[in-house]
């Protein structure tokens, strides 16, 4: 039998996949400092982490660079919502966050523009 439920939006998805991080209180628990049995990195550790990150970085600055005008809008987009909406607690890190999206759209729009030699 076919479902009956219309599939969401894209703009419905992406909602709800950037509004987990409250619902499922991972904001609200890292801000009271509740995951206490979770063991502090060590030095390699946080180490490797900010390689993966810079990796990751660069990762997604190519695909995007590649990527459709829509993709960037799309990104641009998901920055702005992440960014303190109004009635709500202006957090350093979600601003920094936010802010750190659009660096990264930025920096590939570009690198579109480099053309190869």
Do not use: C
Not at 27 to 51: C, F, K, W, Y
Not at 60 to 81: F, K, P, T
């Amino acid at each position: 039998m076919p479902d009956s439920d219309p599939l969401p939006s894209p703009i419905e998805l992406r909602q709800r996949a950037l509004s987990r991080w409250d619902n499922e209180g991972g904001a609200l628990a890292s801000a009271h400092g509740t995951h206490a049995d979770v063991p502090d990195m060590t030095n390699a550790e946080l180490v490797q982490l900010r390689i993966r990150v810079i990796a990751l970085e660069n990762l997604m600055i190519a695909v995007l660079a590649e990527g459709s005008d829509r993709q960037l809008q799309v990104a641009r987009e998901m920055a702005d919502y992440i960014s303190p909406r109004p009635g709500f607690t202006h957090h350093p890190l979600t601003i920094r966050a936010a802010d750190h999206m659009a660096d990264l759209v930025s920096r590939a729009v570009h690198f579109r523009k480099v053309q190869p030699q």
